[in-house]
C-alpha cells in the first residue's frame, strides 16, 4: 500500500497545480498541458520520483486530462455553432496518425531529451504568444492538399511530445491563415480530443519501472493526478472567465509568455545538465 503521508503530499500539489492551470485557461485560453506537464514534472520530482520516463508520466497524465477537458469544451463551444467540423473531418486523420508517431516516439526517448524538446517547443510557443500580432497571415484559408497531409500530422505529432492538446499550435495555426480567433480556439478543442484519445490508449500500455513511478499509477498515466486536476479545474477554469470578462487579458497574456518562456528556459537548463 502506498504511504498515506505521500498520498497527502501528492494530493495538496496536485490540488494547486490543478487549480493554478484551470483559472489560467479560462482566464487566457491556453490549454492545461503547457502548464501540467511541467507542473507535474516538479511536484513529482519534489515527491522523490524521477528515472529515464519521469517526463513520459508527466505526458500521458497531461494528455489524459485533456481528454476531459477538451470533450467538455469542444461540446459547449458546438451548443453556439463556433466548432468548424470541416477543418476536424480533413485534419483529423493527419493528426490522428501524428498522435500515434508521437506516443511511439516519446516511449523511445530518455526523459532529459524530452526535457529539451518541451523546453525548445516551449521558448516557440512562449515567444509567439509574447510577440505574435493578430494580423500575422499565411494564406487566407486553411491549408489542403501536400501542405495539410504535412502540417496536420505534425500537429498531433509535436503535441504529444509536449503533453498539450490542439490549443498550443492549432489557435496559431488556423489564426495565420485566417480562421476568426473564437472558430479557431473551438475547433482547436476538438483538436484536442484527436490527439489526446490515441495517444492515451498508447500510454496507457506503455510499461513504467514500479520503483520510479508515483502510486496508483497505470502505464504511464498517474490515476491521482488526473483525478484531482479534472476536479480542480472544473471548479477552478469558470473563475478564470469570469476575470477574463471582469479586465483586460491581453497583459496577463504577456505576463504568461514571459513566464512560459522562464518555465522553457529551465527546462532546457536542466535537460542539458546545469
Do not use: E
Not at 507542473?39 to 489524459?64: E, K, N, R
Amino acid at each position: 500500500m502506498p504511504d498515506a503521508a505521500l498520498i497527502a503530499q501528492m494530493l495538496v500539489l496536485l490540488a494547486v497545480i490543478g487549480a493554478v492551470a484551470g483559472v489560467l485557461a479560462g482566464l487566457l485560453g491556453v490549454g492545461g498541458g503547457i502548464v501540467l506537464v511541467p507542473a507535474f514534472f516538479y511536484a513529482f520530482q519534489t515527491l522523490g520520483y524521477g528515472g529515464d520516463q519521469l517526463m513520459q508520466l508527466c505526458l500521458a497524465t497531461s494528455l489524459a486530462t485533456i481528454i476531459v477537458t477538451s470533450l467538455r469544451s469542444v461540446l459547449s463551444h458546438h451548443k453556439k455553432g463556433a466548432v468548424d467540423w470541416q477543418i476536424l473531418r480533413g485534419w483529423g486523420p493527419g493528426i490522428v496518425v501524428g498522435a500515434i508517431a508521437g506516443v511511439l516516439a516519446a516511449s523511445v526517448l530518455r526523459s532529459t531529451t524530452l526535457q529539451g524538446l518541451f523546453g525548445v517547443l516551449a521558448l516557440i510557443i512562449g515567444l509567439y504568444l509574447g510577440l505574435g500580432r493578430s494580423d500575422w497571415r499565411l494564406g487566407d484559408a486553411m491549408p489542403k492538399g501536400a501542405r495539410r497531409f504535412i502540417l496536420s500530422p505534425m500537429v498531433g505529432f509535436l503535441s504529444v511530445l509536449m503533453g498539450i492538446g490542439g490549443g498550443s499550435f492549432g489557435v496559431p495555426l488556423m489564426s495565420l491563415y485566417n480562421i476568426p480567433i473564437h472558430r479557431a480556439v473551438a475547433t482547436a478543442a476538438g483538436f484536442g480530443v484527436i490527439i489526446a484519445v490515441p495517444s492515451v490508449i498508447g500510454f496507457l500500455l506503455l510499461p513504467i519501472d514500479p520503483a520510479t513511478r508515483p502510486p496508483l499509477t497505470i502505464g504511464a498515466v498517474n490515476l491521482v493526478a488526473f483525478g484531482v486536476v479534472i476536479a480542480m479545474t472544473l471548479v477552478t477554469a469558470p473563475w478564470g472567465v469570469k476575470l477574463a470578462h471582469a479586465m483586460d487579458p491581453k497583459p496577463l497574456k504577456r505576463v504568461f509568455a514571459v513566464f512560459l518562456v522562464a518555465v522553457a528556459l529551465n527546462m532546457l537548463r536542466k535537460a542539458l545538465g546545469y
